[in-house]
């Protein structure tokens, strides 16, 4: 099936004692044994495993072309999940731009065991290759970026990772030609209707389900796809899912299965809509820049329509006055929300380096926006009122 009916008829056939077509949510925390000990049925508790959580990492695996998927309570989760996988010593290349709670994990909560990471320029492939050393386990990846939507190159960076594109070890002077190293890619903003990075050659890909899967502002979760259930990285993290316990709920996974019921058609949305509003933001005589993979003039516009579908339902733009005019220019929206996330199937908009830790490398005048599925009208016509 494509995904647009796959996510459809996910999860939906008929259960075996009630006809039900829609899943039910199995909240039993145990499972029965057998009188000789075994549990014929697969489960024996809820925190290693449980029938709903497995039908959502079914469906996940399925759509990101992977062969196993593990879900947490939280993307920040999942994306823990991955650094608890490595050793005290090993090395972390990651962006120098990324959402900012994944960076905050590894300069705080990762460096107290001894994880060492180097942030990147991820665009520029060569500085990828440069920053690889022999203690280099894991590159991170977050295409395109959270706020700028900058454009790194998946396959590209995944030869690097393999050990065929490896430079001379900038980060302790070693440098590392000969074994291989995980890539992860943070897949949130493309989804996987938008992108495949395990098809592009990454090991793994991240998901924030809060956002475009499950799609309305209403469930918290993450996830990880693997190409390989049989890698380390696989098992490693399928490890510290079981034994952490940071699971999403067997409802939160059913709220999750019931948003990417409707994945494609939001995401078609999202789609439209953003183009629309980044080129009227384009055009706009009272805003500096807009930052949009989807407009030929984003510098990551060609590779992003080689590597994606689609480009996205965020963007973001800067407008002048600094972070003064910025915040007078959200003040002054009425349909547009003033929150943080993004995703959802209502336009979300936030001044984004006040929420980031400071120092931030956001520009201080940036503003980022995540266009929902409203009529783009009316979102044009309150983002023009609020432009003056």
């Known amino acids: 099936m494509k995904p647009a009916t796959y996510v459809v008829h996910q999860g939906t056939e008929p259960d075996k004692q009630t006809g039900a077509v829609i899943l039910p949510i199995n909240l039993s925390t145990t499972f029965e044994r057998d009188p000789d000990g075994e549990y014929p049925r697969g489960f024996y508790y809820s925190r290693p495993d449980n029938p709903t959580r497995g039908v959502l990492e079914r469906c996940l695996a399925e759509l990101e072309g992977g062969q196993v998927a593990a879900c947490f309570s939280s993307g920040s989760a999942a994306s823990m999940a991955v650094f608890q996988s490595l050793d005290p010593g090993d090395h972390v290349i990651a962006p120098l731009e990324a959402y900012h709670g994944t960076i905050k994990l590894l300069r705080t909560i990762a460096a107290r065991w001894g994880l060492t990471h180097t942030q990147v320029d991820t665009t520029d492939t060569s500085a990828v290759a440069r920053a690889m050393t022999n203690r280099t386990k894991l590159i991170w990846l977050e295409t395109p970026s959270n706020p700028r939507l900058q454009i790194s190159d998946i396959a590209a960076i995944a030869t690097i990772a393999r050990g065929n594109g490896a430079g001379n070890g900038a980060g302790d002077g070693v440098g590392n030609g000969s074994h291989d190293v995980s890539l992860v890619c943070d897949n949130t903003l493309a989804t996987p209707l938008l992108q495949s ?43 510290v899912q079981a034994q952490g316990g940071a699971v999403p709920s067997p409802f939160d996974c059913w709220l999750a299965l019931r948003g990417i019921k409707t994945l494609a058609l939001r995401v078609r949305a999202h789609c439209d809509n953003a183009i629309r509003v980044a080129v009227f933001l384009g055009n706009h005589p009272r805003v500096e820049a807009v930052h949009y993979a989807g407009l030929p003039g984003h510098p990551g516009h060609e590779l992003a329509t080689c590597q994606m579908s689609g480009f996205g339902g965020l963007l973001s733009f800067e407008v002048p006055g600094g972070q003064e005019g910025a915040m007078a220019m959200i003040a002054r929206l009425r349909l547009i929300r003033r929150a943080t996330s993004l995703g959802g199937v209502e336009s979300l908009i936030e001044h984004r380096a006040s929420m980031e830790d400071q120092p931030s490398m956001t520009p201080n005048n940036l503003i980022r926006l995540s266009v929902g599925i409203e009529d783009p009208d009316d979102l044009i016509a309150d983002l023009d009122q609020a432009l003056g």
Do not use: I, N
């Open 197 to 239: 990075p395990l098809a592009l050659g990454a090991d793994a890909v991240m998901h924030s389900t809060t956002k475009y899967l499950s799609g309305h502002g209403d469930v918290l979760g993450g996830a990880l796809v693997f190409a390989d259930e049989t890698s380390e990285l696989a098992q490693r993290v399928r490890d």
